[in-house]
């Protein structure tokens, strides 16, 4: 048996600020040249858990650790951040900010330049892992300028530098479309078989890690380890779901469909997962058993938007004849990738930019003359980073900022923001501090903030970027709930779950063109528009083409119609 | 989209100077502007960054913002001067030569004229060059360059990222701001300043914890890439001194010199035509 190259005995960690440890009772081994994924929920210890890896803990989050952590046979305690990052490398977890060179060279050459390396040795051996990673021919462009595949590459080439033997990801999927994140994976695969590294994957997104084989899955839970166990064995179990994560759609649609997944059947994977003709009839029976869909109804057109042209000041043509028709009380998803236009549209219709050509109707009246202001009591815009919305430091005054602004009396005020606070689920927390919330409560805050304005139309710029299973799902309902009020609710997402599940009609932006005009099920099955927007096709197609359904679409379909049944249920 | 320091890419002698000559002639300029108040000389500095800029391959279009930006602090700088000491001339050139009369307390005289001229002329003889500076080095190398001349490279790095970092946060700071509008905050002349600077602050809040966050995934990233490792470090940036980077430290220096010698000449700091 090989020795362990990271090896956590007993291991637990307590922040200074804080009461209780975040990590508890922590044994783990890993080997040499493993691939390992570390799942667990938001605030379950798993970036503590790499924070003790590369040593940030405690070089720049001070606390205190019990038990014992050896990185390749040194106690980790015994070193500095520096000895660490000679031996770990990390990737975080936001790709851009990570950046610190002008160039691409510059980036890599930061640790050799750290370490005194001389100049003509570093620009070989900045050339050299260039290469390594695929990256050489790119070695003057900024950093910025290259897309999310090829930063993944030079970030991962910063760290390889220094000849690291273990690489660790922290959440390398968090701000990557699904068509790059799918390429990360991929790159990641690669990296590893031609280094031999050790490598540690740190994410909640399974199903998007497990497109390429990993060795184990460690899935924490409250600060503790709850499995650890190869994934066919981990995903014939019900752990995940019953720990927050979500699992791979293929598996929640065998189960729906009655079939037991077994370790034997090699559920790692769609393209792995092997099904017996009786498991692949049970699957044809709950499909056929489905029933036949009602008739759409026919809704009045709140926002129009007719052969919409916009081009930015630097003669970025952002935005090209774009017509658009949305519905009042619809739940709609616009996407694409970076760059695609779907923000530039938010912001036109937001009056933030104005379109050189076309015009947009709310209610049929044109919008042309109306303030940013006028606009907003109208249309609701929630920005990504709820830490750029939020400027009071209580919930209620965040949440009464835009009515105070507007001259409302304080009686009604009160009232307002109590009903919206109780939509959003945020009532209990009224008198707490902003600071004293999560991300994705935060993200309430900024719904909330927006709702109390009484808007018709709400737009909200990824709003579940970042958020694990639970917050995820605590926000969506928020929505849907909006949207069942009557609300018309627009998503630009990069989210295939959340416009699977949520959105009736799905927009599709590639270029500055709408390429795309239909529901959320038929997008994800065609293949060719998935690979115009770098999305990604929904693994329930491979199920529905694996037992021999024909209308792929129609079986991604039964499957959203079902589990709102279930969730209802 | 304001740009207050960027670095600017062209081919010219200038930009070909590595950063670390450039900011010492730089320094030496301005010293030597600083000490005199010479006129024929402050004239003749003018005069050739004026050419140096020109060289540069600059448009004086791509630093509007700065140069509006300094243009307004020369302004008050002068009525600042006047307001509190009209007389300041006369006490300095000791004579008095008054061409226009206001008040008692307030007349205009040659000599004053002259000492307005000569703070204008400061500002005319050293703002090219520190906007050429800025703008023909590239970041990077700017950190290296400061490093270069003896400040520590933490303390350079910090300098380089926090220019590095002022597109974004402007960037940002509009987006918030619309974002805020749309929520009611009146920023337009609509509204009283009290009003306008509240809010400001419903942008700034924001604006800055943001801009925290930041900090801390850069200074993570740095960190664990070892940045801080050892008390000095290599700079891959960095270039070779060429003869024409020799002479432009020797110019800076020269500049000094001929500062320096015309205060023996004029025997003090300022040249006096009244005399």
Redesign the interface.
Known sequence: MKEPIIKFEDFGFQYDAQAEPTLKNINLEIFPGEKILIAGPSGCGKSTLTHCMNGLIPFAYPGESTGKLTIQNKEAKKLSIFEISKMVGTVLQDLDGQFIGLTVAEDIAFALENACMGQDDMKKEVRKVAEKVGIGGHLEHAPDALSGGQKQRVSMAGVMVNEVDILLFDEPLANLDPATGKKAIEIIDQIQAESGATVIIIEHRLEDVLWRDVDRIVLMKDGRIVTDAPPDELLSTDVLPENGIREPLYLTALKYAGVTVKPESKPQSIHSLTLSEADEYLVREWFHARKTAEAKEERKVLLKADKIDFTYENGFHALKNINIEIQEGELLAIVGTNGAGKSTFSKVVCGFEKQQVGSLAFHDEDMKNYSIKERADRIGYVMQNPNQMISKPQIFDEVAFGLRQRKVPENIVKAKVEEVLKICGLYPFRKWPVSALSFGQKKRVTIASILVLDPQMIILDEPTAGQDYRHYTEIMEVLQDLHERGITVVMITHDMHLMLEYAQRAVVFSGGKVIADDTSANILTNPQIIEQANLKETSLYDLALLCGIEDANLFVQHFIDYEKEEKRG | ?IQLFNYIDRVSPIHRLTGASKLACMLCWVLAAMVTFDTRYLIALTVFALALFRVSRIKVSEVKVILIFSLVFLFMNNLLIYLFSPEHGVSLYGSRTVLLTFTNRYSITAQQLLYHANVVLKYTATIPVVILFVSTT???EFAASLNKIGVSYKISYSVS?AL?YIPDVVD?YH??S?????????LSGKENLIKRLKGA???L???I??SM??IE??????????????P???????RKFTPLDYGTIVLGFALIAISLGLQAVNGGRYWNPFL
């Open positions: 989209m590239q970041p990077s990222l590095r940002e987006s918030i619309l974002a805020q509008q749309a929520r009611g905050v009146e602050t419903a942008i809040m924001p604006l914890l943001s966050d930041r995934v850069v200074s993570n990233a740095m960190e664990l890439r070892c940045f801080g490792k050892n000095k470090r290599t700079w891959y940036r960095e």
